[in-house]
């Protein structure tokens, strides 16, 4: 039962090390290059905007869902 223990602290010791060196990968960088428009990448989709209370403007592509409403 200790040897199955120590085994699984040890797995899980290496796992966040790997995580904990390597977290600088984890990081997502978008690349530079504009997005494409929201007809050319989805059939029937349009480009929407969306406004929040804090008067930030947020950019969505709009894509009504096939079959009857709910």
Known sequence: MMRLLTVTVGIVGCLLLLVWV???????LPIGSSVPDAADVLEGAREVSLRTEDGLELGAWFVV???PPP
């Open 65 to 67: 869902a096939p079959g």
């Open 22 to 28: 390597f977290q600088r990968r984890l990081i997502y």
